[in-house]
């Protein structure tokens, strides 16, 4: 849903204002020596390509049900229950794709260090996070 926010975001409000940028300095004269000019379609190249990658993410974007997926191991979609093992401590999350991640709404990347930890294990197996501040250890709880 963000990637869809920020497309709509792109095309309807940031590449109408690039495009008035631009004709501005136009309106200025000569544009070889115009650093609004040159900034503008500088900034038109950044948002027409960020406009087709999201265009194509989308395109291309596969919806999985983590309701649907097997509980065996942890998967893409994947949701768990994790245990500190030396504070007690529960922490719950969904592993999703770098682009959804959101740490506040407990979706974090498969490319993350603790998501890439995580990938392939099952219920009751230890997770070792390399942290900058020393390994941290889990148990992966559940599936959920």
Do not use: C, H, W
Not at 19 to 27: C, G, M, P
């Amino acid at each position: 849903m963000a990637l869809k926010q920020e497309l709509d975001r792109l095309k309807t409000i940031e590449r109408p204002e690039n495009i008035r940028a631009i004709e501005d300095a136009r309106s200025q004269g000569d544009l070889s020596e115009n650093a609004e000019y040159a900034a503008a379609k500088d900034r038109q190249g950044f948002l027409e390509a960020r406009i087709n990658e999201l265009a194509y993410k989308l395109a291309n974007a596969e919806v999985i049900d983590s309701q649907d997926l097997p509980r065996d191991r942890v998967r893409f979609a994947s949701r768990v229950s994790l245990e500190n093992v030396e504070t007690g401590e529960r922490v719950f999350y969904q592993l999703v794709g770098p682009e959804e991640s959101d740490i506040e709404r407990g979706r974090i990347s498969i490319s993350s260090p603790l998501g890439s930890a995580i990938m392939g294990k099952r219920p009751g197996e230890e997770v070792v996070l390399e942290a900058p501040g020393g390994r941290r250890y889990y148990e992966l709880v559940e599936i959920l």
